[in-house]
């Protein structure tokens, strides 16, 4: 079965600190890859995907993510964090015809 | 706004009572999901419908009950919960085998089980 982990429970930065988050998967196979943000008492929201293509993907709100496939990552990345960037994040990998699978969550605090 | 929209946002029970959750989405999705979260948990999938059929029911007891009648609708019927059943339950629709493979998450039910 597939299986996404992450590496980090929870983070916690000052104000422009870098921030790197850590997600392997379990799958040898084609894979859609995806970090999703939630901010306290909000929805899961998209902030980036890997599909095909440049393995260095940029997202929403400075935040980008490089897919590795030979080792089975794709950590997420933010040069200079913001208070505002306080929220629980999700890395997700998709197989065609297989369901999403959601990695347990890295919380990050930042600290103005 | 994420164009899935879940009602109610909170939700009250009774161990003996019967409610339903809705979520609607209008994207011209066809695939829609239900999650569980729990606190300290990672996400639960629990139930999947592709094009109005159900694809997966991820071992969910049977005192959860969903429902598809279309594709842009989307219920989870609820009756004789535990007190461990509150969480916040979130749903999701994609377009499976499109460009857009991700999917898109509603604000969630807060729902409180006692």
């Known amino acids: 079965a597939q299986s996404v982990s992450q590496h980090n429970h929870h983070v916690i930065l000052s104000e422009a600190a870098s921030l790197e988050l850590g997600c392997n998967y379990s799958?040898?196979?084609?894979?859609?890859l995806f970090w999703y943000v939630q901010y306290p008492g909000q929805h899961l929201q998209l902030l980036l995907k890997y599909f095909s293509g440049d393995p260095l993907v940029k997202g929403i709100k400075g935040f980008e993510a490089e897919f590795i496939k030979s080792k089975f990552s794709f950590n997420l990345r933010k040069p200079s964090v913001q208070w505002s960037d306080t929220a629980e994040y999700f890395c997700a990998v998709k197989t065609y015809g297989q369901n999403f699978v959601f990695g347990p969550g890295t919380r990050l605090s930042v600290l103005p | 706004e994420t164009g899935v929209t879940q009602t109610p946002r909170h939700l009250v029970m009774g161990m003996t009572n019967k409610k339903s959750l809705k979520c609607e989405q209008h994207l011209g999705h066809n695939a829609m999901y239900w999650y569980k979260q729990s606190a300290k948990k990672p996400l639960e999938l629990m139930f999947v419908y592709n094009f109005k059929e159900q694809t997966e029911n991820n071992s969910v007891p049977s005192r959860f009950s969903p429902e598809c009648p279309n594709s842009s609708h989307l219920f989870l019927h609820l009756h004789t919960l535990q007190p461990e059943d509150s969480a916040l339950y979130l749903c999701?629709?994609?377009?499976?085998?499109?460009?857009?493979?991700?999917?898109?998450f509603g604000q969630g039910t807060r729902l409180t089980v006692v």
């Open positions: 799958y040898g196979g084609t894979v859609n």
């Open positions: 999701a629709s994609s377009a499976p085998g499109t460009g857009e493979p991700e999917a898109f």
